[in-house]
């Protein structure tokens, strides 16, 4: 059964620090894996989709990277800003599947 | 609509009330998944439509828990007897492609659910 474990738990920076979330899940097999932000009250927004195939993907201060045969990938955030402030979840899809399979997500808090 | 709509977005119940949470999917998605995630936790997988089928319904934690999409579009997740640990969030998700082949999936704002 595919485990998707996420460190730190919760994160707190000051504003401008570059920070990496982590994720690691326990069956190689995916077909790809994303990140998401989550808001209080708020629905998932995705923010990256890496296919099994990459290694990376970019958008604006966000790269995350995907090593699948170590089962890790990290979420990169650059120059922190308040308004990061938020919960990141990693989530996989299996080969030949369709549901996501979530982490426990980071709290993370960028202070002033 | 622009996105995925639930309603109502708050519901108390008192234990043992049925409750009926809904969804409005993106017009012309054909996949309908529903989400339960408990305070602190990631979502966890409860269902899945294919336009008015409903193909995986593996994650549904008991038989209290019920849901159709008799249309194809709006879907209603019902919850019989409700217990306190069904407190959660329950989250809506549709994509536009079907089973074979994976579509970004698209989440609504969710429907807190407490029970007393």
Not at chain 1, 19 to 46: E, H, M
Not at chain 2, 35 to 42: D, E, F, I, N, R
Request: include cysteine.
């Amino acid at each position: 059964k595919q485990e998707v474990t996420q460190i730190p738990a919760a994160l707190s920076v000051p504003e401008g620090e570059n920070l990496v979330l982590n994720c690691s899940f326990t069956d190689s097999a995916i077909y790809n894996l994303q990140w998401f932000r989550q808001d209080p009250g708020k629905g998932l927004t995705s923010l990256l989709l890496i296919q099994s195939s990459q290694r990376e993907q970019t958008s604006g201060r966000l790269n995350a990277s995907l090593d699948k045969s170590s089962g890790r990938s990290t979420l990169y955030i650059a120059a922190s800003q308040p308004g990061d402030s938020a919960t990141y979840l990693c989530a996989v899809i299996m080969d030949s599947s369709y549901k996501l399979i979530f982490g426990s997500g980071t709290r993370l808090l960028v202070r002033p | 609509g622009a996105g995925v709509s639930q309603s109502p977005r708050y519901k108390v119940a008192k234990r043992g009330q049925d409750v009926a949470l809904r969804c409005d999917p993106i017009s012309g998605h054909v996949s309908l998944f529903w989400y339960q995630q408990a305070l602190g936790q990631g979502p966890e997988f409860l269902t899945y439509f294919q336009n008015e089928a409903q193909l995986d319904k593996s994650g549904l934690p008991s038989d209290r828990f019920f849901a159709e999409r008799p249309e194809g579009s709006v879907s209603t997740l019902k919850i019989q007897r409700t217990q306190q640990e069904d407190s959660a969030v329950y989250l809506c998700a549709s994509s536009l492609g079907v089973l074979s082949s994976y579509n970004e999936q698209f989440f609504g704002p969710g429907t807190r659910l407490t029970v007393l």
